[in-house]
């Protein structure tokens, strides 16, 4: 038991060291936080909250990898190297991998509800 909350001990710490370190991190809590905000204040369906919740997620764990990755390199390759240039290059790529799969899904749930809102106006 002890070693389980050990465990959760050293993943928060992880979550902890991405979001004091890390700006992109800290824009996606937000963004994550604004997603939440509009899907309550335009009342989305469950399916559309599934929608949201697995960008959330996906945004979150390809932005933990990819700090997980540079760390790894700078700790490898402390000294410029072409390969450890790639190593984070294609670690950043996946991150915006997922950041244009959540912003299209933003826009097909979100845009839709608001420009409703904005014609009833
Ligand atoms: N050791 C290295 N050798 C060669 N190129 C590197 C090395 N470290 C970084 N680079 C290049 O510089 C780019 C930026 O690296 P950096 O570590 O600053 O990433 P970052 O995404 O800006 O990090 P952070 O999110 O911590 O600000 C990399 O994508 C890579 O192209």
Known sequence: MNKLIRSFGFAFKGL????????????HCFAAILACAFGYFL??????????MLC???????????????ALVDLVSPDYNELAGRV???GAAAA?????????TGIIIFVPKLLLLVNAA
């Open 16 to 27: 902890g060291y991405a979001f004091k370190t890390q700006q992109n991190f800290r824009i």
């Open 88 to 90: 984070k290059d294609v």
């Open 96 to 104: 915006l991998v997922v950041a244009i799969f959540s912003l299209a």
């Open 43 to 52: 009342h989305i369906t469950t399916d559309e909250w599934q929608w949201v």
């Open 56 to 70: 959330i997620m996906l945004m979150m764990v390809a932005e933990l990898l990819n700090t997980a990755i540079e």
